[in-house]
């Protein structure tokens, strides 16, 4: 033990630093096992601060921490019961009795390609993962799914070539990968959404004519003079012009409202 | 008249031919056709193993998307579709150990215990409209087209399955007689093409489909009709292939039944996508008149 | 095709763990070769059917695992529903395969298959395949 003076140390309430948790004064604790371990934890605290709580720190598997990015997927079951629930490290809430353990990343095959040469036709997903005829409908990735995604439902719409469907219908993806770390027939659902998505917005929505006109009225230069304008401005100037700046009124009726400044118009 | 449809994975792309074909002339008999809603892949093929459940899994979830639509009825057209869902069908009828297992693992479904009858869209023109309403409603009869049923394997294959005894050919015989075709017997109506196989084969070279083309030619048939897109893959996409590999001496035009039926009904030619068969498929029905001026 | 048949040649497991997955009974086929007569695929085969099925009373797994005609089977039923011993040896074939497949062996790897091909297969094509030739 090194030395200490131990008049000057104040006994400091138990408080976590950084990401780490804080436990509250008086709070109850609740034993959770991860990876099989006992360990007490806050009950108030999410799957992520907890584990932060119990000593484990995230060097990968965390990202966002706002239930978003994908990072966080956790396998858990309840003591006493034989089913698997599936969730979001960061946003779920732990309970008492849960055996859990994060899947940080899942080795499902991911195709290269090259959108521009690959087309819009459903073949092109059926050439880049044919693994998708593998499937048996268990149902299983829907389960697992931590957005409610219906991951059976689009890989049929991709078996049966609907592009637009799969695209839709897996919107919410934020590409965990729990549906492929269930799936028996070893398929990247993920993995041929994102493709579906991509070949969908590349190939099959249509383009918006009012932002074709916008690019080509910046690229035909112009709005240059604004911009040099701006450019020119000292921080001051810039940040009085941004403070007066004029606002279209909220839920202004479309047309009701013009700024009084037109010239940019 | 509604019906509840299952159309499967292939009649939405490459056999778009086999399903529009279908839906039209159905309407045009007076046939509200409702493609039940949520259906995934039937499998393709019936698992045959005696422990094997999952492979039952997706034809019963089909089975109960159309339970729960109200459905007593689910018609399907192709061959491979049409046994797949009839005999996952037969299990959760009649056996009730499995029925169990497979309505605890779905737990997120309804039970289901068979209650929805798997009809061919044969067995449903002849039972429930019959042979004498659609000749009555033919408008360009197929006269002249020696045309042979071809049923393949699993129209008829297993028994308890079939949609009638095998060797028997009276449902498609039966419908291509209404349309005025010339029908023709032939003795590889319930050869198998090859199936699955023609995934290892070259193109061209499946020999189980250049010898039903063979023997079919030999016998003097200009044309032959199925209801599976496999067997139409192998034995009429594949003919170009096999006269170049030298397997088949001449093209025997292939069609869907649907098609010869919309041709018959006289619906617009867009509803047939022959753009999907082999070129000598329209090719012949335009030589013969068949085909209703565009 | 003689076969000699001595203790270790039999395999009473074999036969049993056949006859549990297939459903059938391997032991009442009486050897007429119907089945190879009614068999689309049979030229392909190096063993027809007959064969496979003597082989399979004998529970001989060694030489069947290495022949290829359960890998030949379209599962088209015509020998099932000929059969006088009522056998279905669609099943029996099936059987086969899954042995091999259970194992996490692959007949065919999806892969390898090249984008040509895939994007001109039906899907039911690429479904049935892949249910009989990949684990």
Known sequence: MCETDQKTVKKMPRVATGDRAILPEGAKTIPVYIMGKMYEVPETLTIMKAMEFAGFKFLRGAGCRGGICG????VYRMAGDYKL???LACQT?????MYLAQIPFFPANRAIFNIDEIGGLPEAIHALYPEIFRCVACNQCTKACPMDVDVLGYISALKQGNIEKAAKLSFDCIQCGLCASRCMGEIPQYHAAQLARRVYGRYIVPQAEHLKARV????????????DELAAMSKEDLEKKYVEREREPDFAEIGSWQPKETRYL | MKISYYPGCTLKTKARNLDRAAVASLETLGVEVQEIERWNCCGAVHSLTADDLIHQVGPVRNLIRAKEQGADKLVTLCSMCYNTLARANQIMKNDTVKRDTINRFMDEEIDYAGEVEVVHYLTYLQEVIGWQKIKDQVKIPLTDLKVAPYYGCTLQRPAEVGIEPFGSYALMTGLLDALGATVMNFTAADKCCGSYQVLG???GENKAAAAIVNLAADAGIEALATSCPLCEYNLGKQQG???AKGNITAHVPTYYFTQLLAVALGLDTENCHFELNDPTSAELLQSKKCLAAA | MTLTITGQTQSIQAIEKLNELSGESVKLCMQCATCTGMCPMALEMDFSPRKVMHM???GLMEKLAGINTYWKCASCHACSVK????IDIAKVMEALRQQVLRKSHNYIEPSEISAETIAEMPQIALVAGFRKFTS
Do not use: W
Not at chain 1, 93 to 97: F, I
Not at chain 1, 216 to 224: L, M, P, Q, T, V
Not at chain 3, 83 to 86: E, I, T
């Open chain 1, 71 to 74: 990072a966080c997927p956790t």
């Open chain 1, 85 to 87: 629930h599936f969730g």
């Open chain 1, 93 to 97: 809430v732990v309970e008492a009795n």
């Open chain 1, 216 to 227: 080509a009225a910046i690229e035909s230069g112009k709005y240059d003079a604004m911009l």
């Open chain 2, 201 to 203: 084969v070259p193109a």
């Open chain 2, 241 to 243: 292939q096999m006269i």
């Open chain 3, 56 to 58: 399979a009373q004998f």
């Open chain 3, 83 to 86: 059969c006088p011993r009522g």
